[in-house]
């Protein structure tokens, strides 16, 4: 099974050069220390900047400069500041090519549930609904499973949706894998040490086996 | 030039009504109109309905209109942070209706700029889309959004002239360029207010046709909501 | 008869403290020239200026400075530049209050026509209809007759339209006239040494008169 | 950060083909891309659709694409002062689509901005609402109008970096910034290229997110079409 730095080091294999990338809050922020230096590539947060860099030093903390999620942060060079409107035209238009964010629930269609428990608090969707119904190319992180053990990783979603037939690839603990565009998971990669059995148990919806299954790499 | 100066936040607000419609700017904490809402807090109002992305936390920003029960109804995108929201809400003193964010963006913008309505794909098959049109353009769905404007939009900016052009700083700017132009009277405070002419033309966030009353605030708090340093 | 300077000067006086207004090409630029000092207005153009200033010198000539009617021009203090979008968003928005512009045809419920004439060479709307189905007031400068003596005051447009029921005022060499929401021209004031019947002879449209029609006064 | 960076005008429009749709910058002859104009000259290409808020004049901008017969359609708001653009259109030769000029910078806007439709008052009533849906909002008459997106966008900017961030100079910003948003591959010629880092990131009109090439032109003629001075 994969520590959360581990899903953040698979997940950053799927950075490309050139790529403008939003990082949701959670695996996905760790996503940023482990893209190799040698890419070139830009994050994104939608409340106003292109071009994040690391959290600041003491001496450099600005509260006018702060990251979806309110943490204090820098900028790296070239970087860029606009408004809201700006931002999500950006989201929205497709010039952020790859979103990775975080799931309560995915469904083998691609669907995708992540904002909201009926009956506990609701906090709000954020730009999660913008995010999932826009970007080209949208990986998900998580947990296989519940911490009572139930798959996350579902024929239908049973939580309230956030957006419908988005999610191309998710990363969790136990295993790489692809949503088919005609419905399942393709199990691409297992973690180290996991069965294909115990993913096949643990993936309520349709978990699709082509040939032999590689353990995934570091 | 057309002067829009007003002495203070006290004077800025003296005329908005019990039951107005409002947006502020701001995300989370930053680039809020800490000044308007103290002075608002000193007036006798209630039953407010605001436009913010956020609602502040339990003691700063929206939070203290909270409160002071001062608020109907708050459409926003995201509400966590807050305890006294929680409470309110949940006793049904308190409506909110929440929208994803790129679209209160976009509606806000849109209601600034004269568009009564426009489609975007964000919420389709979602609870948001309820009630909504959707319409398929070139292969995929989207629902139709309609705009929101203000009677009166409080916005904060970095600089300002007297004719209520404005100039942002850092991540602050966010929603407030929107609201300013969506506002059909727009109360902008400033950190640094500046005469007509000053300010770089080219170099303007919010041109000050979209504001009606400009002032210096002061006593920024700029209150951090999560501090983080490099380890 | 005014003459064009004159129907300018008339229509200055329209002109209210605090006004953005955006003036067309032709008499509605002179207009600029007989707003009283102690105004405070800014004129607005449509390619990107708020705060219109005077023709340039030969020294302050900026090839990177026109305005819609492609004339090099100066700012004043308190200018602001910016794209056609934000633009015509303060347009659209209802956040410009006046639009002076001229008209080949005025018909007595307001529609406009100021664009085309069919067989001719067809240069264009550029902003006018965005212009005209936007701002809460729109006076039009115009001759109130053809060269060939027809009446452009209509009964309805012959010209293809510009707009629809959204001219407030018109100010001819002949006289003022406000456009009832019910229909008509309603005739406010007399150009000097007109008289009612000429302007009556001369208006196709209803001509709706209450009382005495005074002489304009300058 | 990404480098945007490409050698000249040639290399940058090396790809475009005939009958490729593309969008220009500019309102008259301020703010069009002079440079990438000549270099798409020196190629054999034809059948081109131009979104352009006008068309040039006849020796200067896109004229010079129409002399040489390489244009069969224009996209624009206003093209007089153009004589050979009058004989093509009046022979048939060129197709044209004339838009209001607010509607034309607002679908090249919902182009960039993933909105594919939305709401304007304007030509409500007229020719141009001719087969648009038209709707009521709010007691007011609207015509719907599609989003505009380009294959290829062509841009003038003041300045510039490396990374594809751009700044504008008085009014020759126009329709640059939202054509910049609406290219698959948008093209940026400036008059100063800078590396990342040296423009202050307040200060950028367009976010090189929106760019794919740039490079420092030369040469700028900047034609006046309007010479006019203080008497």
Known sequence: MLTKQQIALRIAKEVKNGQYINLGIGIPTLVANYIPDDLEIVLQSENGLLGIGPFPTEEQIDPDLINAGKQTITMVKGSVLFNSAESFAMIRGGHVHLTILGAMEVSENGDIANWKIPGKMVKGMGGAMDLVASAENIIVAMQHCSKSGESKLLKSCSLPITGIRCVKKIVTDLAVLEVDPEGGFILKERAPGVSVEEIKSKTEGKLILNGEIPEMEF | ?231
């Open chain 2, 1 to 231: 030039m057309i002067n829009k100066t007003v002495k203070d936040a006290n004077e800025a607000v003296r005329d908005i009504p019990s039951g107005a419609f409002l947006m502020m700017g701001g995300f989370g904490l930053s680039g809020i109109p800490e000044n308007c809402i103290a002075a608002l807090l000193q007036r006798d109002i209630r039953d407010l309905t605001i436009v913010s992305n956020n609602a502040g936390v339990d003691d700063f920003g929206i939070g203290l209109l909270l409160q002071k029960r001062m608020v109907k109804k708050m459409i926003s995108s995201y509400v966590g942070e807050n305890a006294e929201f929680e409470r309110q809400l949940l006793s049904g003193e308190l409506e909110v209706d929440l929208i994803p964010q790129g679209t209160l963006a976009e509606r806000v913008r849109a209601g600034g700029a004269g568009i009564p309505a426009f489609f975007t794909p964000a919420g389709v098959g979602t609870e948001v889309a309820e009630g909504k049109e959707i319409r398929e353009f070139d292969g995929k769905l989207y629902l139709m959004e309609r705009w929101l404007r203000s009677e009166f939009s409080l916005i904060k900016a970095w600089k300002g002239d007297t004719a209520g052009n404005l100039i942002f700083k850092g991540t602050a700017r966010n929603f407030n360029p929107m609201m300013a132009a969506a506002g059909k009277i727009t109360i902008a405070e400033v950190e640094e207010l500046v005469p007509a002419g000053e300010l770089d033309p080219n170099q303007i966030h919010t041109p000050g046709i979209y504001v009606q009353r400009i002032f210096e605030g002061k006593n920024y708090e700029k209150r951090i909501e999560q501090r983080t340093v490099r380890s």
